[in-house]
């Protein structure tokens, strides 16, 4: 589908942003990732 370009773009800033965050806390890349979507998509 037409967005996967987009969606891999969206993955790709988000690990990019948790290995940046990871230094900093004792959070596991899945809890930030959860966070990073939450903050992304509101509900």
């Not at 942003?17 to 890349?29: F, G, H, L, M, V």
Request: glycine fraction near 4%; include cysteine.
């Amino acid at each position: 589908f037409g967005e996967s370009t987009n969606v891999e773009a969206f993955i790709e800033e988000i690990r990019r942003s948790i290995s940046e965050k990871a230094d900093t806390t004792r959070k596991t890349d899945g809890q930030i990732f959860l966070n990073e979507l939450r903050r992304c998509f509101p509900k």
